[in-house]
């Protein structure tokens, strides 16, 4: 067969790039002591401040009412700076130094995201020591510009000293709240590029202090109004920030909002005496914590699940771009939570402390709390029933207590010795999430290597769509346009099919699955742009045959994208992700390297969005197929993440009759969606509004899917009307390409000739429907500076007329995009068509003494 050059519509589709990637501003406000029973909207206590900016917050973003921090600020701050527990950086009291071989937060952000922030902590330090010689501990923990206290406390909010930026002390008389947010009012208003800003309120700690006239309604008449006060203060001055920035930069801020520990004991009205701030009980961990803003989608919604202090750490991290399994250290990610519910799967939570030269340490789950000490005292409570923990269970524990007691002792056992296997974290010596215990003896070989390239196209790769009843019709010989490989006798060969989908695609609001229960494959994905289907499930199970009944496991079938290698426990897939099924033809499971580096050099692997995005497809419910980048739900161009993620734990099998061992990515099984992890949804699609220029000219879709990088590369499921043209079991058209030039006889006007089809070229010296009437190229002068007008487009189906201002006799064509003729007329002047069948998009040809004139589409409504 002759070598034949691919002809595609690629040039026609060019997406319109709304805004240039914008990663979010992120704003950490940490308040001094300042526990639940003292913040509005936590259900505890009645004697609480007011709070419009915190109250706005909660109603704007997620309110989380069952978060632990530790009993005092230094352990906490540390915690949220390494992502670690006080027992594994050695930060259980204050005034211990975070030592910097613990990487802090910003280092992260600095070497791990691909957005160069810029970053800032203005406020409280406290996690370097109490001492003048140690003022650079902020700079060698990765802070590039720092401000403020960098002990504990100050004497006086109306006199007081600060470390500058120069490292120096320096006396301010400002009201500190007022000064810190001044600071970083000013601070935020230079930045010109993404900023991350740890603002470190000094704020309600003693000394209890008026605050300035004005900011606050309790009025000071004792340590606890005054305390409230200066709640209301702060409230005050958070409020002055926020609106300090201008709407597209608050728009694009997410503000994070949590107190460092609980109520001190002078402010406390409401836990039992000792049960407040510098105790293990509720009073002393349990603090208020809000996020809002930017990348949350929960409005007004409250989060019951454990969280920690120390989950902040990860979850900026996720924010701000990083990737993340899970989470890192003992830091778990909430960045799910914030657009889902039910996505936190803590079971059980854990805090420390040192006092008095003694360690104590708690943890707890959903109902129970078990506090325990280095001396091996214990208390246990109910904390559903016994928030302020006054019936301590220990001595008269029932059997289902007891079992609890000991889980809750011996998950903290292994925190404080080793790492956690249940919480939904890879860390420590983990392979993958929690997979401790593995004693599977399998190891699992992974392969991302495509197989090279071995061949190319000697056959012409065919993709011609056109509009007919309502729906794009894509006919297609299924043949690559681009090099490709192929295993013993499966090489490519066309394979020639139709394709209808919707031209106006809706959300369904149900999913559709390309695939059987057990995830093997059921029907295609998409077209792609040079012919190609998309059948991105696999089709190999686990290796294992039953010696009873012959037969495979195929519950779990090899994921094709971590797949990709040669040999029997791989996939086997080539240059562009894709192999030859001996029944239905070449096609793509995975990324179409090959395909897409011919489109755009380089944006398989780049890094950052491209001038133009590039579409690679359509699905089968109509909304078009991206390829890695897109605009998210605020127009803003980025490459999209999917919201997959590795299972934890290990898997239930014996090696035998399924496979055992952590979840590695081997299998499709071993993949679990997490809503909110990324920004696809469980399709691979977003719910974004793209504009691009097809063959139809601009078009607008509320929806798209990508090819991601990343698992599952292709979509395993649809969100609109599955078109049953894709069903993988119709099989090709029964017809035949006798001249091989990629068309079989019904879209080829002469199958006997292969110079005459749908893409070749008209000869305009003779009069010979090279094109079958839908020539791709046109005359240098348009039919309307040729003298030959059509008087409106669209037009009707009842008449519409093509016009000459010439003189001479002229003939018309009416034909469909598919090369039949519909009509003809010929005469001088007007030429009149009337009572077309169908609405759709026909292509007029006009002749004149012979020679090929011009053509034109038209649209007939």
């Known amino acids: 067969m002759k070598l034949f050059k691919t002809v595609l519509f690629l040039f026609l589709f060019a997406p319109t790039i709304l805004s240039q990637q914008q990663s979010p501003n992120i704003l950490l406000i940490i308040a001094d002591d300042l526990g639940i029973d003292s913040t509005p909207g936590f259900g505890i206590s009645n004697d609480l401040p007011v709070t419009p900016t915190l109250d706005s917050f909660r109603k704007k973003g997620v309110t989380f009412t069952n978060t632990w921090a530790t009993p005092q600020c230094s352990p906490t701050r540390a915690a949220i700076m390494s992502g670690k527990y006080g027992i594994k950086t050695g930060v259980m009291r204050p005034p211990l130094i975070l030592d910097p071989s613990h990487t802090s937060l910003f280092t992260k952000i600095k070497t791990q995201s691909s957005t160069d922030y810029s970053m800032a902590v203005i406020g409280k330090w406290h996690i370097g020591g109490n001492s003048s010689s140690n003022f650079n501990h902020p700079a060698n923990s990765g802070i590039p510009y720092y401000e403020g206290v960098f002990t504990a406390q100050v004497s006086d909010y109306y006199n007081w000293t600060k470390l500058n930026t120069e490292q120096e002390e320096e006396q301010v008389s400002e009201y500190i709240t007022t000064h810190l947010t001044n600071k970083a009012i000013s601070w935020v208003s230079n930045q010109t590029k993404p900023w991350f800003l740890w603002l470190s309120h000094v704020s309600p700690h003693v000394p209890f202090q008026k605050p300035p006239a004005g900011t606050y309604t309790t009025q000071p008449t004792n340590n606890r109004n005054t305390y409230l006060s200066m709640i209301e203060n702060l409230d005050y001055e958070i409020n002055r920030l926020v609106n300090s920035m201008d709407e597209k930069t608050l728009e694009n ?136 923990e006054e019936h301590n269970l220990i001595d008269n524990l029932t059997s289902e207590q007891e079992t609890i007691k000991a889980m809750l002792k011996q998950e903290a056992q292994t925190i404080r010795t080793d790492w956690s296997c249940n919480d939904g974290i890879k860390n420590g010596n983990e392979n993958t999430i929690d997979d401790c215990n593995n004693t599977c003896g399998d190891i699992d070989v992974l392969s991302y290597n495509n197989i090279k390239c071995c061949g190319t196209p000697l056959n012409p790769s065919i993709y011609y769509e056109f509009i007919e ?78 010696k009873n009944t012959g037969r495979y496991n195929w519950d779990w079938v090899f994921e094709p994208t971590t797949n990709i290698g040669e040999g029997r426990e791989f996939v086997g897939l080539d240059c562009a992700s894709a192999h030859v099924n001996p029944n239905s033809g070449y096609h793509y499971h995975g990324n179409m390297f090959e395909y897409v580096e011919q489109l755009q050099t380089g944006i398989s692997t780049r890094k950052t969005a491209p001038e133009k995005l590039l579409q690679v497809g359509w699905a089968a419910d109509g909304f078009p197929i991206m390829y890695r980048f897109g605009p998210d739900k605020d127009g803003n161009v980025k490459e999209m993440s999917p919201s997959f993620q590795l299972k934890s734990g290990l898997r239930p099998g014996d090696g035998i009759s399924a496979p055992c061992g952590s979840y590695s990515g081997k299998y499709t099984n071993d993949f679990e969606y997490i809503a909110g992890k990324g920004d696809l949804d469980e399709c691979n699609g977003i719910e974004a509004s793209i504009t691009l220029t097809t063959t139809q000219g601009k078009e607008v879709f509320e929806y798209y899917y990508v090819v991601t990088k990343d698992f599952p590369q292709i979509s395993r499921c649809m969100k609109g009307n599955f078109n049953d043209s894709f069903v993988s079991s119709k099989g090709p058209l029964n017809d035949e390409d006798k001249d091989a030039d990629g068309f079989v006889s019904a879209y080829d006007c002469d199958d006997n000739n292969a110079n005459i089809n749908p893409f070749a070229t008209d000869n305009p010296e003779t009069t010979v429907d090279e094109s079958c009437g839908a020539t791709l190229s046109a005359p240098k002068l348009g039919l309307e500076e040729l003298g030959y007008f059509i008087n409106s487009n669209p037009n009707t189906k009842e008449s519409f007329s093509v016009i000459s201002t010439n003189l001479q006799k002229y003939e018309v064509g009416l034909f469909s995009l598919t090369g039949k003729l519909i009509d003809n007329k010929s005469g001088r002047g007007v030429l009149k068509f009337n009572n077309i069948k169908s609405s759709s998009v026909y292509l007029i040809r006009v002749v004149e003494k012979g020679k090929l004139i011009g053509t034109k589409k038209v649209i007939i409504k």
């Open 469 to 546: 009843d309502e729906k794009r019709v894509v006919y297609s010989n299924n043949y690559p346009n681009h090099n490709f490989c192929f295993v013993a006798d499966r090489t490519p060969e066309p394979y020639y099919r139709l394709y209808k989908i919707d031209l106006k695609p809706k959300l369904s609001g149900i999913t559709t699955s390309l695939t059987r229960a057990n995830g093997r494959p059921l029907n295609f994905f998409g077209i792609s742009l040079n012919g190609v289907y998309m059948m991105p499930a696999p089709a190999t199970p686990f290796i294992f045959e039953d």
């Open 253 to 388: 801020t997410v503000i994070i909002f949590i107190g460092d520990n609980g109520t001190p004991g002078r402010a406390n009205n409401y836990w039992p005496n000792g049960h407040a701030k510098s105790s293990l009980y509720e009073g002393g961990i349990r603090v208020p914590m809000i996020i809002t803003g930017k990348s949350v989608e929960r409005i007004n919604e409250v989060e019951t699940s454990l969280v920690h202090a120390t989950d902040l750490h990860a979850t900026i991290l996720e924010l701000a771009g990083v990737k993340l399994l899970g989470g890192t250290e003992n830091s778990l990610s909430l960045k799910p939570a914030l657009s889902s519910q039910n996505q936190i799967k803590r079971k059980i939570l854990y805090s420390d402390y040192e006092s008095g030269g003694i360690e104590y340490w708690t943890t707890r789950n959903a109902t129970y709390k078990l506090i325990e000490d280095e001396n091996g005292n214990e208390e246990f409570y109910n904390i559903i029933d016994d928030i302020k």
